[in-house]
Structures are given as structure tokens and as C-alpha cells.
């Protein structure tokens, strides 16, 4: 069992940066990939970011070039820095562990983009 625990969400004018961690804790060695997914009012969960073990990163065309995600393995944690963040950016973001049998959610943290 891996558990997933989000922070760093809150309010930020269009043009502002966040950073989302994403605390693990459990059987973390099981894991090969870990990602932020969002989920707008009204929308699908989409993915936004990957990062796997051997370090390689995926991002959504929309978030290319201002999202970053990294890991900190040492303290089990996985990071999305979000820069130039827009309106349409708002969602509650979850963080997501995968091994080779379960996906794992975090339980999400807002983030809304407002002037």
C-alpha cells in the first residue's frame, strides 16, 4: 500500500507560480511512475505531468514549457512547479502513484487562478 498525501494549493493571480508536493509514504519502492492529474468543474481528469524512475518526464501540450515535475527521493516526494499559470489552469490537482498492479491517488488540492 502506498498513501498519497497533496499540498501547496491555494489562490494565484494569472501569471503566478505554485508549488504542489505530494508526500508518499507506505511500500514507495513498488512505484515506477508518478504523476499530477487535474480536474476542472465540469471536465475529465486529465494528466498533466509524468516522471518515472528512470527520470524521463511527459507533460500535457498545455502545460509544456511553465510545468515542472520533479522527485526528491530521499524525502518520498514528488513536486509540480507551476509557472505563467493561467485561469484555465484552475482544478483540483491529485497526485498518482503507479506500480505494476495499482494506481494510487492522493486525495487533491485546489488550485484556482484568479485576479
Known amino acids: 500500500q502506498v498513501h498519497l498525501v497533496e499540498s501547496g494549493g491555494g489562490l494565484v493571480q494569472p501569471g503566478g507560480s505554485l508549488r504542489l508536493s505530494c508526500a508518499a509514504s507506505g511500500y514507495v519502492s513498488s512505484i515506477y511512475a508518478w504523476s499530477w492529474y487535474r480536474q476542472a468543474p465540469g471536465k475529465e481528469r486529465e494528466l498533466v505531468a509524468t516522471t518515472t524512475n528512470g527520470d524521463s518526464r511527459n507533460y500535457a501540450d498545455s502545460v509544456k514549457g511553465r510545468f515542472t515535475i520533479f522527485r526528491d527521493g530521499a524525502k518520498n516526494t514528488v513536486y509540480l512547479q507551476m509557472n505563467s499559470l493561467k485561469p484555465e489552469d484552475t482544478a483540483v490537482y491529485y497526485c498518482?502513484?503507479?506500480?505494476?498492479?495499482?494506481?494510487?491517488w492522493g486525495q487533491g488540492t485546489q488550485v484556482t487562478v484568479s485576479s
Open positions: 498518482n502513484a503507479r506500480d505494476a498492479v495499482v494506481d494510487y
